[in-house]
């Protein structure tokens, strides 16, 4: 009997907590002249997910603004745009950590997304 409780004591643990180890992967991506690191992806709220992470400037120049377009595919879709990530005055070879950039879509995770660079301004 004391198994049966400490199980469910487990479970229900387990479903009302919002930690959830298997959903708290980490990503890398090397884009044209700057990097996304220790990209995480929040729990849905309201039919959104949010990016939090770090940016980093690969050049030697300051970067006036560059924009990340973030593209998601379903099962039965293509790729399409679900969100954009603007990032301002970066630092040469700089980076910085940003968090609550959010995209909207329900059921994503890393299989299901890329990102690509869609918009640079660097300093002359």
Do not use: C, W
């Not at 991506?29 to 997910?49: A, D, M």
């Not at 790729?79 to 059921?107: C, I, Q």
């Amino acid at each position: 009997m004391k198994k049966i409780i400490f199980l469910f004591f487990i479970l229900s643990f387990m479903s009302f907590s919002s930690f959830n180890p298997f959903n708290h992967k980490k990503y890398n991506f090397t884009l044209e002249n700057v990097s996304l690191l220790n990209i995480q992806l929040s729990e849905t709220i309201g039919g959104r997910k949010y990016f939090e992470g770090i940016i980093k400037n690969n050049t030697n120049k300051k970067i006036l603004k560059a924009e990340i377009s973030v593209l998601f595919k379903d099962k039965n879709n293509p790729y399409h745009l679900v969100g954009k990530m603007d990032f301002y005055n970066l630092k040469p070879k700089g980076s910085s950590s940003f968090s609550g950039k959010s995209v909207h879509v329900n059921d994503i995770n890393g299989q299901d997304f890329k990102v690509k660079l869609s918009e640079l301004i660097m300093e002359k």
